[in-house]
């Protein structure tokens, strides 16, 4: 009798393990470790969220909603677009169990396998892992270190984006660098991917987390409902709110119906008492983005003042987000080095491996920590670092 092996598809097989996981395994349990791996804030959520949920439960809302999410969040996530300049309507947006469901959700609507798929790198892993498991193959266009920044070399970037190219998955500001596109930039890809028929995805998440304004420019102020942009967005970074699995979708209407349908044959919806949450966050949340956006300044600041110290470090300063990438010279094996630091540093850091090419040689370390926990792990790195080699 013929025996077919029992194991995953090809395309599943082939996809790489998460090397970030993969440190976090090896160094969970280390005692006194400062754990900077991960890409979530210190900060618990606030309690005036939290209190909505519970209501929530409380008020017996444990039932399934709409697909595309109960209309008070659908409503008050567009009357945030709009507050933040992104001239967005209701009947546009849809919850979704968290913003890595959303890209996947947006990639399943308009991704076929074999479609051709550019992004940047180096980029936060999903992001090249999503389209792969849909068969897709990804393209990525190198950002560029230039006065102490991650930028983008826009003619490479469209010289990237032919007809042939299906999606433009695009994360600004980025994890884990930082990078930033300028309105001027983000105009320039859109017109010239309405040239070529392609779609963009924007992975907006850290839109509020932006260090020159009080949010980043987005495809959002510049699209027309007619035009191939996807927005994405999360409650997880600007919230604090990343256990509690809840973001966004924006798309163009005549996509909305398709991708109700490929939410009942994943999720269904997002429970409605996470739902709640998000209202009162977007509702209430505006001080403490503020407030956080600044406190992460000062700590992105601190955190390049200190890696500058060591000779060998390059420490871009972050545009947006809640990381330094910083560059170790003469690193070959991130991966090995980060486990060699959570025990002998007691600090976690994400190998630079993990996130494709232009990774390696690099280390990313979230510094949305509280001060006094930050100061304790910028000194064992710098420690580290300072030793001879």
């Known amino acids: 009798m013929t025996r077919f092996p029992a194991e995953a598809r090809p395309a599943v097989a082939a996809l790489e393990s998460s090397k970030i996981r993969d440190v976090y395994n090896d160094g969970a349990g280390i005692a006194d470790l400062i754990p900077l791996w991960v890409g979530e804030p210190d900060i618990p959520t606030p309690d005036f969220i939290a209190r909505a949920a519970a209501a929530s439960l409380a008020a017996g809302e444990t039932f399934y909603s709409h697909n595309l999410g109960i209309e008070p969040l659908r409503e008050a996530i567009a009357r945030y677009l709009q507050r933040n300049g992104r001239p967005v309507a209701m009947d546009r947006i849809a919850a979704t169990s968290a913003g890595v469901n959303a890209i996947m959700l947006a990639c399943q609507s308009v991704l076929d396998p074999g479609d051709r798929v550019v992004t940047l790198a180096p980029h936060w892993p999903n992001i090249g892992a999503i389209p792969l498991i849909l068969s897709a193959p990804v393209e990525t266009v190198p950002l560029e270190l230039s006065q102490g920044l991650w930028r983008v070399d826009l003619d490479r970037l469209l010289a990237a984006i032919t007809p042939e190219t299906r999606l433009a998955l695009l994360n600004s500001p980025g994890n884990p660098t930082g990078f930033a596109f300028t309105a001027e930039e983000q105009r320039a890809v859109l017109d ?94 505006d001080d403490f983005i503020a407030g956080n956006a600044a406190l992460f300044r000062r700590l992105r600041d601190r955190t390049a003042a200190a890696l500058a110290t060591v000779p060998g470090i390059t420490a871009p300063v972050a545009s947006g987000g809640m990381y330094s990438f910083f560059r170790v010279e003469g690193l070959t094996d991130s991966l090995a080095e980060a486990k060699r630091m959570s025990r002998g540093a007691r600090v976690g850091l994400a190998p630079g491996s993990a996130f494709g090419p232009g990774g390696e040689g690099h280390f990313r370390l979230c510094f949305a920590q509280q001060e006094a926990t930050l100061a304790r792990a910028l000194e064992r790195v710098t420690d580290w670092f300072s030793r001879p080699r």
């Open 192 to 285: 010239h991917c309405r040239r070529t028929g392609t779609w963009i995805l924007a992975d907006e998440v850290y839109e509020r987390l932006y260090y020159d304004g009080p949010a980043a420019p987005s495809f959002l102020e510049i699209a027309t409902p007619e035009d191939r942009v996807i927005g994405v967005n999360s409650f997880s970074k600007s919230w604090a709110m990343t256990g509690w699995r809840l973001g966004w979708l924006v798309v163009p209407p005549a996509l909305l119906p398709g991708l109700a349908k490929v939410v009942e044959y994943n999720t269904s919806c997002a429970p409605v008492f996470v739902q709640r949450a998000g209202i009162a966050a977007l509702e209430g949340g």
